[in-house]
T-cell receptor, first 113, second 110 residues
Framework: EAGVAQSPRYKIIEKRQSVAFWCNPISGHATLYWYQQILGQGPKLLIQFQNNGVVDDSQLPKDRFSAERLKGVDSTLKIQPAKLEDSAVYLC???????????FGPGTRLTVT | DQQVKQNSPSLSVQEGRISILNCDYTNSMFDYFLWYKKYPAEGPTFLISISSIKDKNEDGRFTVFLNKSAKHLSLHIVPSQPGDSAVYFCAASLGDDMRFGAGTRLTVKP
């Protein structure tokens, strides 16, 4: 079984630029999550999808962050414009409807200069 | 809101000895608890979990203990091996809502 795929693995941009991350969850997993992990902290949920609908986006800074999961499979997370404090690892995770465990991708390390 | 806390940022143990990682939570409504292990440049991987209706779950060298009255859980690794060196995240969930601690970096010395 293939795991959660994410790309790119690393990205360096200047502040005020835009960036997009891509995630492909484990096949058949209906729930997809995007987390932000700042150095020294645990992952913080940004947005959760159930199929292609948003379940929870209460911690997503909607003035600059957006995410979509149009066909209920792949998802993209966009930041526009980026700020220095957005430097973090962005983790995508997926889970099935029958278990609590979430399976994480390798993450995208974003550096904003 | 730090609903899940791991107060020890790091822990160092000798190979063969027991590693005990601790985690505290504040929300008594959490009904499922998990430990994840993270190597550098990789995403967290699921290690072991426990339902709130249990107080112990064991899987090989890994045992998780839950003390609901104290809102405390711990992960025991025995015997510890150098390959266990990683960052360990405690997580607590209520349905799909999962909250993570800040992690404890475990170093197992040969």
């Amino acid at each position: 079984e293939a795991g959660v795929a994410q790309s790119p693995r690393y990205k360096i941009i200047e502040k005020r630029q835009s960036v997009a991350f891509w995630c492909n969850p484990i096949s058949g997993h209906a729930t997809l999550y995007w987390y932000q992990q700042i150095l020294g902290q645990g992952p913080k949920l940004l947005i959760q999808f159930q199929n292609n609908g948003v379940v929870d986006d209460s911690q997503l800074p909607k003035d600059r962050f957006s995410a979509e999961r149009l066909k209920g499979v792949d998802s993209t997370l966009k930041i526009q414009p980026a700020k220095l404090e957005d430097s973090a690892v962005y983790l995508c995770a997926s889970s099935s409807t029958t278990t609590y465990e979430q399976y994480f991708g390798p993450g995208t390390r974003l550096t904003v200069t | 809101d730090q609903q899940v806390k791991q107060n020890s940022p790091s822990l160092s143990v000798q190979e063969g000895r027991i590693s005990i990682l601790n985690c505290d939570y504040t929300n008594s409504m959490f009904d499922y608890f998990l430990w994840y292990k993270k190597y550098p440049a990789e995403g967290p991987t699921f290690l072991i979990s426990i339902s709130s209706i249990k107080d112990k779950n064991e899987d090989g060298r890994f045992t998780v203990f839950l003390n609901k009255s104290a809102k405390h859980l711990s992960l025991h690794i025995v015997p510890s091996q150098p390959g266990d060196s990683a960052v360990y995240f405690c997580a607590a969930s209520l349905g799909d809502d999962m909250r993570f601690g800040a992690g404890t970096r475990l170093t197992v010395k040969p």
